[in-house]
C-alpha cells in the first residue's frame, strides 16, 4: 500500500490550494481517509477526515468552514480544497487511510491510521 500526497506549494494568504492523495494497492473508496499535518516544532493534528462506511466529515476548528475534503472515486484519489489560507495553515501535509472503526467517530487521530503518504509542504505568506 502507497499513498502520496501532492499539491502543497507557496501561496500568499487569502489564497487557494488544492491538495491530492492519490493510492496504489489500496482502494480508497471504502476506506476511512484523514488529511494531517504537522508545523515545525508542533505535534502532528488531523484536519479533516472522511468516514469509508457513511461519508461522515470532520474538520479540526482552525480549519472549519474554510477546508473540504472529498472523494474522486474514478481516480482512487481523496482532495483537501484549502481556503482562505493564513500563514498559521503553513505545515507539511500528510494523507492517511485505514479501515473504518465502527461507531468510533470522529477518526481523525494520527494514532489512528495505519497507512500513511509522504507529506505535501504548504507555505502561506503574510
Known amino acids: 500500500v502507497q499513498l502520496q500526497a501532492s499539491g502543497g506549494g507557496l501561496v500568499q494568504a487569502g489564497g487557494s490550494l488544492r491538495l491530492s492523495c492519490t493510492a496504489s494497492?489500496?482502494?480508497?473508496?471504502?476506506?476511512?481517509i484523514g488529511w494531517f499535518r504537522q508545523a515545525p516544532g508542533k505535534e502532528r493534528e488531523g484536519v479533516a477526515c472522511?468516514?469509508?462506511?457513511?461519508?461522515?466529515?470532520y474538520y479540526s476548528d482552525p480549519v472549519q468552514g474554510r477546508f473540504k475534503i472529498s472523494r474522486d472515486y474514478d481516480k482512487n484519489t481523496v482532495t483537501l480544497q484549502m481556503n482562505s489560507l493564513k500563514p498559521e495553515d503553513t505545515a507539511v501535509y500528510y494523507c492517511?487511510?485505514?479501515?473504518?472503526?465502527?461507531?468510533?467517530?470522529?477518526?481523525?487521530?494520527?494514532?489512528?491510521?495505519?497507512?500513511w503518504g509522504q507529506g505535501t509542504l504548504v507555505t502561506v505568506s503574510s
Open positions: 492517511a487511510a485505514d479501515h473504518p472503526h465502527g461507531a468510533s467517530w470522529p477518526m481523525c487521530g494520527y494514532e489512528e491510521y495505519t497507512y
Open positions: 472522511i468516514a469509508g462506511d457513511d461519508g461522515s466529515e
Open positions: 494497492g489500496i482502494t480508497l473508496d471504502y476506506e476511512t
